[in-house]
């Protein structure tokens, strides 16, 4: 591993979080459309069960949606995001109080109800900082960790913009320019995601997992989503709950392309990839 890798900490509601070993991010659902149905969590005993099984498997992090991000999704009121969340997280934060929660939301007066009353300590926003120009501010004033990820457009149509000259060289001027943003707004701890099946098509999310390790330049921790993904299941003509094999073996080389936090659905098998990669010397 990249020296410079292994200095990679995050500051979460004041615990230092190290990243020398890649952490695994466990994904609840709030939300009854979710492109993968298994993953949706619609009562508190679904709640409560997805969470407790991702930390016992090694998750160092929740992250929780309640706005379904997968193409052409329905596009739900902030009012019914906000209540969705709200229902989830007091169960979440009664029963794991310890639990380093991330919030997945690109809209900053959800993202700030969610950072106020109950004090999560990271912000997933899909769209790094570009569908609502006041989340930086938000996650700013209350010193959170903030995932900036790329995209274009919006869920609904951002498969429309799928046109790039150089794909790399594109995604990484915009980290550059949303980053200097956020930390104008005071956010230190940020998260680069490059979105993968987010305004990319099958062909460009395989070149930017090959190149995926241009972006240590950047000198920021890197968080990969691949889970389930159409990339996977379209390739080999599946379906996303039969994509879990394909899942881990693409985690695994985002783990060798740099990765330093995977968001999963399943966190068992890449809490396993984590532990064999750094035991094999086989990280970034």
Do not use: W
């Not at 009854?32 to 149905?37: C, E, I, T």
């Not at 007066?109 to 609502?132: H, P, R, T, W």
């Not at 389930?228 to 379209?234: E, Q």
Request: aromatic fraction near 8%.
């Amino acid at each position: 591993m990249d020296t410079l890798e292994k200095k990679f900490t995050l500051c979460c509601n004041g615990k230092i979080i190290s990243l020398e070993e890649p952490k695994i991010m466990g994904i609840v659902n709030a939300t009854p459309d979710s492109f993968y149905s298994q993953s949706r969590c619609n009562s508190e005993k679904e709640i409560i069960e997805k969470t407790q099984k991702h930390l016992s498997e090694g998750a160092t992090f929740i992250d929780l949606g309640a706005f379904s991000t997968r193409p052409g999704c329905e596009n739900i009121p902030q009012e019914e995001e906000i209540r969705r969340l709200d229902f989830a997280l007091k169960i979440i934060t009664d029963n794991f109080p310890q639990a380093i929660i991330s919030v997945d939301t690109f809209r900053s007066k959800v993202a700030e109800f969610c950072l106020d009353k109950y004090g999560v300590a990271i912000i997933n926003d899909i769209s790094g900082g570009m569908l609502d120009e006041k989340i930086f501010e938000t996650v700013g004033k209350y010193h959170a960790a903030y995932i900036l990820m790329h995209m274009k457009g919006n869920p609904q149509n951002m498969q429309q913009f799928c046109d790039y000259q150089d794909i790399i060289a594109e995604i990484t001027d915009f980290f550059i320019r949303q980053s200097k943003k956020a930390e104008a707004m005071g956010i230190n701890d940020i998260i680069l995601d490059p979105g993968f099946g987010f305004a990319k098509n099958l062909d460009q999310n395989y070149l930017l997992m090959s190149q995926m390790d241009s972006f240590k330049i950047l000198q920021k921790p890197i968080l990969v989503g691949i889970s389930r993904k159409s990339m996977l299941f379209k390739l080999l003509n599946i379906t996303p709950e039969e994509a879990l094999e394909a899942t881990t073996a693409l985690n695994t080389i985002a783990l060798n392309k740099g990765a330093n936090i995977l968001r999963v659905h399943e966190v068992k098998p890449a809490y396993q990839a984590v532990k064999i990669c750094s035991k094999a010397n086989f990280l970034g």
